[in-house]
């Protein structure tokens, strides 16, 4: 996974925090402190109740593999192929991400695996999120 | 029930289909406008409303020459035009207008006049799903399907079938862009595109477009075909970004825009005799026939399986061929209306027998969008 070629993020003022929690080895989330809500991606204001009263806080890293597919075209930045996963956080939300230390194939990918949290540098400035096999992998 | 306020009296596609490489998108949106316009009798003299998706309402009102009451550029996706239908049917029936134009081109495959596809905008998506490495919607529109078949306990098998049987349906229609007989072995032969997906399971690459002539449900009849009665419509949206979709499983666009299109005709899944879902890809018509209330969730793919979408089948489903075998420009969901005109008219290549009330349910983005349009040939 080549870093120059990969498509980097580029924060905005809503979505700073997330990527400030990346590079600092957080992956936060953000929770409505009215109702309670915990959400993903980043805005804000609650999607479930509309509060603009929100707390942003390092989640546990912890997920289980929701779904993927295993990429066989060429794209930047990624050799032979490569999943792209949907993964569930403990605290609800889902986001995609691409799993680490473990084979792309679905013999290794089994839906509902346990996953933990791992950062890619990309740039000094962006940290990836990405997510492999709990425990620190195969 | 609510009275009929709209009907399609013109309807035709572009007069090539396929690879179109001396066209531009915007002249296949105009190619396809005259001939709708002259499968109803009009001139673009006559037209006082115009929608489109993939190309401005300014440029169609500029190159016809129409000097619109009405414009509707939404643009949502493949299913854009179920709910310029749908708004035009609301136009008409506020008197905003009494004939509308609804057209779409689109250079897919010779990419002639056409930009990139997808572009580097500053939206969520370049964020939150772009560094993982989607290569447009084959790696998108894809991604919820193994939950599904995990949950469902759907097999790759009948997933392929989905293709296998579209095709069969591809093979009496001469316009289809494909039409050899496949088998399952076939499709899981093919090449490996994203995992489950081989690129059987998706839909083609080709330019064409479509057009739509609408009027009032009480001028219908003065036109030179059976007139096309709107008898429901519906519309929604879900998420730019398919990581948030509510349930990888089912489509909550889906599920509300047939929800309101199947009561506004006042129609059970029962009562449908036709029915086109938009198979960018062979799970869509999974989620089609469940989020529309034909299946119960789970049970889509057995149904296809056991022939009932099939030629002879008990519900015939995309008998053009669909995206998968007939064509696919990028956004397919005005071929899926065209082909419900002709199977209501009774113009079908593959005509089934006794249609009519056909569905016409397209979705827009990677499970973003949704359209349903429900049309008939008789007053209810």
Redesign the interface.
């Known amino acids: 996974m080549d870093r120059p070629t990969r498509m980097v993020p580029r924060p905005t003022p809503d979505t700073q925090h997330y990527w400030d929690g990346a590079r600092a080895g957080e992956l936060r989330l953000q929770r409505c402190d009215a109702c309670g809500h915990v959400y993903f991606p980043p805005r804000p204001f609650c999607p479930a109740c509309a509060g603009r009263e929100v707390s942003v806080f390092a989640a546990s890293g912890r997920a289980t593999l929701a779904s993927y597919v295993i990429n066989h075209r060429p794209a930047p930045g990624f050799d032979g192929p490569y999943a792209i996963a949907l993964v569930d956080l403990e605290e609800g939300p889902r986001m995609m991400t691409n799993i680490v230390d473990c084979e792309q194939t679905p013999e290794a990918l089994q839906l509902d695996m346990a996953l933990e949290v791992t950062f890619l540098e990309l740039t000094d400035e962006i940290h990836l999120p990405v997510f492999r096999p709990a425990g620190g992998g195969a | 029930m609510r009275p009929v306020s709209a009907a399609i009296v013109g309807s035709a596609e572009t007069t090539e289909l396929g690879k179109i490489p001396d066209m531009s998108g915007t002249q296949l949106h105009c190619d396809a406008a005259l001939n709708a316009l002259a499968d109803a009798g009009l001139t673009p003299a006559d037209v006082d409303g115009i929608a489109c998706a993939g190309e401005s309402p300014t440029t169609l009102a500029l190159l016809l020459g129409i000097t619109p009451d009405w414009v509707d550029g939404t643009q949502v996706g493949g299913c854009s035009f179920m709910l310029h239908v749908r708004h035009a049917a609301a136009a008409i029936a506020a008197g905003h207008c009494s004939t509308v134009l609804i057209t779409h081109g689109q250079s897919g495959r010779s990419r002639v006049g056409m930009g990139g596809w997808g572009g580097a905008g500053?939206g969520?998506n370049?964020?939150?799903?772009?560094?993982?490495?989607?290569?447009g919607p084959?790696?998108l529109f894809?991604?919820?399907?193994?939950?599904y078949m995990?949950t469902h306990g759907v097999t790759e098998e009948q997933l392929a079938m989905v293709a296998v049987v579209q095709r069969e349906w591809a093979g009496m229609n001469p316009r289809a862009y494909v039409r050899d007989p496949i088998t399952v072995d076939d499709v899981l032969d093919s090449?490996?595109?994203?995992?489950?997906?081989r690129k059987l399971m998706c839909c083609l690459v080709t330019d064409g477009g479509g057009a739509l002539v609408l009027t009032a449900g009480e001028r219908a009849g003065d036109f030179p075909h059976r007139p096309v009665y709107v008898l429901g419509t519906g519309e929604s949206v879900e998420t730019p970004?398919?990581?948030?979709m509510d349930d990888?499983t089912t489509s909550k666009a889906f599920r509300v825009s047939g929800r309101q299109a199947f009561a506004e005709a006042g129609i059970t899944p029962a009562d449908v005799d036709h029915l086109m879902i938009y198979d960018a890809f062979a799970h869509l018509p999974l989620y089609g026939l469940e989020d529309l209330g034909f299946c119960a969730p789970g049970e889509a793919a057995g149904f296809i399986w056991e022939r009932n979408t099939a030629p002879g089948g008990r519900l015939p489903l995309n008998t053009n061929g669909g995206g998968l075998s007939y064509t696919h420009t990028g956004m397919y969901g005005m071929f899926a209306i065209q082909e419900s005109v002709r199977q209501v008219r009774g113009q079908a290549p593959a005509q089934v027998d006794g249609v009519t009330i056909s569905v016409a349910h397209g979705v827009g983005g990677m499970f973003s969008a949704a359209g349903t349009v429900v049309l008939g040939n008789q007053l209810p």
């Open positions: 500053a969520l370049v964020q939150f799903e772009l560094p993982y490495g989607p290569v084959p790696t894809t991604l919820p399907v193994l939950r995990k090449p490996m595109v994203a995992w489950p997906f970004l398919v990581s948030q990888l």
